[in-house]
Structure formats: structure tokens, C-alpha cells
């Protein structure tokens, strides 16, 4: 059985940083993607990054560019969301996500969420 549990959540500050792990489990999965969505209040769920396995290929939304850092760690099958410089604007459940490809993210499997909290 997949499993992916996301950590490493919590209330920061603005412009400081927090990073989420998400621990992948239950499946190989070399050859998948893996990547990092949010959900506020109210608001649709958005892609934030995604990432290779292999780690060669990475993208980003333009809202976090230049901001957040995905990164993995495939002996440990981990993936990581370094987030610098929050805003209000990014509170948000994170969830993080595994597929074939990075285009089919949205239809794979799914982690449990954890919550980030930005205060102004």
C-alpha cells in the first residue's frame, strides 16, 4: 500500500522559513515524479513544485519561484520543500503527490497534508 506522509509543518513568521518532508513508501518508485501542492481556505488546490526522481528535472509555480526549493533524497525516499521567505499569502494545507510523470501528478497518490500557518 502507497504511503506518503508529509511533516514539518507548523506557524512562522513572515520571512522566515520552514522545511516540509514527505517519506514515500509501500511501492518503487524510481522512474516517478513527486511534487508538492496547497490548498487554503476557500481556494482551489494549486500546484506549488514537482521534481524527477532522479532529481535532474524540477519545476516550480511562479508564485514560488526564486522562493522554495524542491529537492530528494532518494535512499531515504524523501522529498523535500524548503520554503524561505514566507508570505501571509502562502498558509496553506501542503500535500504532496506521486505519479509517472509530472503532468499526471494531480491523479496519483496522495499524502495527508500538513498545515502552514504565516503570520504577518
Keep these: 500500500q502507497v504511503q506518503l506522509v508529509e511533516s514539518g509543518g507548523g506557524l512562522v513568521q513572515a520571512g522566515g522559513s520552514l522545511r516540509l518532508s514527505c517519506a514515500a513508501s509501500g511501492r518503487t518508485f524510481s522512474n516517478y515524479a513527486m511534487g508538492w501542492f496547497r490548498q487554503a481556505p476557500g481556494k482551489e488546490r ?40 514566507l508570505k501571509p499569502e502562502d498558509t496553506a494545507v501542503y500535500y504532496c503527490a506521486a505519479a509517472p510523470m509530472i503532468a499526471t501528478l494531480r491523479s496519483g497518490y496522495w499524502g495527508q497534508g500538513t498545515q502552514v500557518t504565516v503570520s504577518s
Design 46 to 85: 494549486e500546484y506549488v513544485a514537482a521534481i524527477s526522481w532522479g532529481g535532474g528535472t524540477t519545476d516550480y509555480a511562479d508564485s514560488v519561484k526564486g522562493r522554495f526549493t524542491i529537492s530528494i533524497d532518494n535512499a531515504k525516499n524523501t522529498v523535500y520543500l524548503q520554503m524561505n521567505s
